[in-house]
């Protein structure tokens, strides 16, 4: 495949969501985007220098990435993986400098772990795992971040909270999200993938409209407002092979 037709240019300090139902090509979009998987035809350019020919280090150097799945094991502390975040800067001969430890001190403040730090990665549960990753990679202090579903393991009080962290970080950010709510709540575009195509990019009105909720998500929604006035996909239920509701209630 697998992703194709990819003409995606985003901007300095820009948050861009990924949306796309499972299989349309939101993680090997971003592991190109991260040079860690080469596309076939084309060019993945940041500051307009082709990747092709950088070094990991020289990519983690501009760019994080933080990939979907975690493994539980490891013997490595808390503070040992959010300190890998400094690697791509590290003289292999030395330890980490004053700096190094203000900046991961500061990135595991940030994500709220501050307590956490000597535990053994195998006891913290998925949420705690998963911003310990957010952690290391805001500790690279990179220009980029790639995010590949950051909110699935989070709480409700966690996932708004790291949405406002990187709708409000200075790094250009990559966010493949499910959670079409928080898109169109938190990023200033939106790039609609299927079959691994972009179908649609623009802001999240431009996005969602109600024939794309449909078609690509085969749902019958549609964006509106919540209560207090921010962006929210209203969902009435999935549409059925015969392109009915299928539920036979409807929620307003
Ligand atoms: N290494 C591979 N070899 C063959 N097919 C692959 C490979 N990696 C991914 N695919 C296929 O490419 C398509 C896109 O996969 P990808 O993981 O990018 O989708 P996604 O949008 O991130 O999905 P999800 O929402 O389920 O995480 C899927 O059909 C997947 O099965």
Redesign the pocket.
């Known amino acids: ?3 194709h037709d990819v003409d995606l240019d985003v901007r300095p300090h820009e948050t861009v969501g990924l949306i ?10 971003l592991r190109c985007v991260a040079g860690l998987r080469a596309p076939s035809t084309g060019v993945v350019r940041y500051d307009g220098e082709d990747i092709s020919g950088w070094s990991r280090r020289q990519v983690a150097r501009r760019i994080a990435f933080v990939e ?1 799945v975690s493994h539980a094991d490891s013997d490595l502390r808390l503070i040992d993986v959010v300190g890998l975040g400094r690697t791509p800067f590290r003289d292999p001969w030395r330890g980490p400098t004053v700096i190094d430890r203000l900046v991961i001190e500061a990135a595991v403040e940030r994500l709220g772990l501050t307590g956490l730090e000597e535990r053994q990665w195998s006891t913290l549960s998925g949420g705690e795992r998963q911003r310990a990753h957010i952690a290391r990679a805001l500790a690279q202090q990179p220009y980029g971040i790639l995010l ?2 950051p909110t699935n393991h989070l709480d409700v009080r966690h996932q708004f909270e790291l949405m406002e962290l990187l709708a409000g970080s200075e790094a250009t950010v990559i966010v ?1 999200l ?1 959670d079409l709510s928080l898109a169109a709540r938190y990023c200033d575009r939106l790039v609609l ?1 299927d079959g ?1 195509t972009p179908v649609a990019a623009g802001t999240p009105d431009e996005v969602l409209s109600r024939d794309r909720l449909r078609s690509v998500f085969e749902m019958d929604a549609e964006l509106g407002t919540d209560a207090l006035g921010n962006p929210a996909v209203v969902y009435r239920s999935p549409i059925s092979a015969a392109g009915r509701p299928t539920a036979r209630r409807t929620a307003t």
């Open positions: 495949m697998i992703v796309g139902p499972n299989g349309s090509g939101k993680s090997t979009l979907q590949d579903e493949a499910h993938l691994g």
